[in-house]
């Protein structure tokens, strides 16, 4: 993908203006203009790992291509604002080649930027116009991006598609249909389901469905309890929110049988043990922050680690955002189960939909 069709970046400059998650602040440009140095030491510390690592580094090129693509957002964004009509003077075969080393190159591309930061803290309007060095910055980020072999407009489209799986406009809040939705129904999740989670002496709990126990007995694990005997209900929220959870496919014993490749490759014992690392990760980051209690979102890094971890997986293809609500309406329940001892959890997968009801009071 070249850069010869310059149009691509209003294009691009229009989608960053929809997602600025800052617009409406006092403290607009600021907030731009330190978001643009943040994403100049990720292109930096990528550079840094390549020197690094070298051979041992074969992610580089992939991470820098992310890197430049966040980079070009907040650039553009800023550029929007402070300098509206310079966006259009963009142009990448307006910038000559570069016949600087690597490392000096790229030094000047966090120089210029906090020339630009400088500028816009102290709102500085004198000779070195905010205009003059967000000119600079496009004509070394162009530079870099050559030395780094990363097409800008290739950037933008993976900023583009990165930003609308995690924050996307209300209308594009669509779900993913269900994966197995051609499947026979005793190979589907089960599209509703009662379940109950029964708290045991010395901590054990049990899950019961229509009267009878599944699953194993589970208790936390760890020499400081932290009540992680009811995390199945992680799983529970997958399979609602994502149409997703080997577990709970295992447990209920509606695997995808008819496919073998299907069956092996997607809901099999490896499968099932990714699930649980990725509930492990939310839950360690959830124990942090009171479970979640209170929080409207999850951080980007970990919704990154799992997308990472999930590679190659059918539910690669999922949404960032619906992993967002999955972890979040977990650890609602999550919350619910632990301080009433246990209850009942209600699954509602066409109306993607997890409910709680607590346990009656006993007599």
């Not at 799983?235 to 496919?249: I, K, T």
Request: glycine share 6%; with cysteine; charged share 25%.
């Amino acid at each position: 993908m070249g850069d010869a069709d310059v149009h691509w970046l209003i294009e691009f400059a229009a989608a960053a203006e929809r997602t600025d998650r800052f617009a409406g602040s006092a403290d607009h440009s600021k907030l731009l203009a330190l978001g643009l140095m943040g994403e100049a030491g990720s292109v930096l510390t990528e550079l840094k790992k390549a020197q690094r690592e070298r051979d041992a580094y074969p992610a580089y090129r992939q991470k820098m291509l992310e890197e430049i693509g966040d980079f070009l957002w907040y650039l553009v964004r800023l550029t929007s604002v402070a300098a509206p009509e310079l966006v259009a003077q963009f142009d990448p075969l307006s910038v000559a080649p570069s016949t600087r080393a690597t490392l000096p190159l790229f030094l000047d591309l966090g120089a210029a930027v906090g020339e630009v930061l400088t500028a816009i803290s102290n709102n500085d309007a004198r000779a070195a116009t905010t205009a003059d060095l967000l000119r600079r910055i496009w004509q070394v980020l162009v530079e870099v991006a050559r030395e780094a072999h990363v097409p800008l407009k290739a950037a933008a489209v993976g900023n583009t598609q990165k930003v609308s799986s995690r924050w996307p406009t209300t209308g594009d809040r669509v779900y993913a249909p269900l994966f197995d939705d051609a499947s026979p129904e005793e190979e589907q999740l089960p599209r509703r389901l009662d379940i109950e989670f029964r708290e045991r002496s010395r901590g054990v709990v049990v899950l019961r469905c229509n009267g009878i126990n599944f699953g194993d007995r589970l208790t936390d694990n760890i020499e400081d309890p932290d009540d992680y005997r009811y995390h199945d209900v992680f799983h529970f929220s997958y399979a609602v929110h994502l149409g997703w959870s080997p577990v709970v496919r295992s447990l209920l014993r509606c695997k995808r049988k008819s496919i073998p490749k299907t069956d092996e490759g997607q809901d099999g014992a490896r499968a099932a043990i990714l699930e649980e690392a990725v509930s492990a990760i939310a839950f360690s980051r959830g124990k942090k922050l009171g479970f979640f209690d209170g929080k409207t979102q999850v951080d980007y890094d970990v919704l990154k680690t799992i997308k990472e971890f999930v590679e190659g997986y059918e539910v690669d293809r999922i949404p960032l955002w619906q992993w967002e609500v999955a972890i979040l309406e977990g650890f609602s329940i999550f919350r619910q189960l632990r301080a009433n001892r246990g209850g009942q959890v209600i699954l509602d997968m066409p109306g993607h939909k997890l409910s709680y009801l607590a346990p009656l009071p006993k007599p």
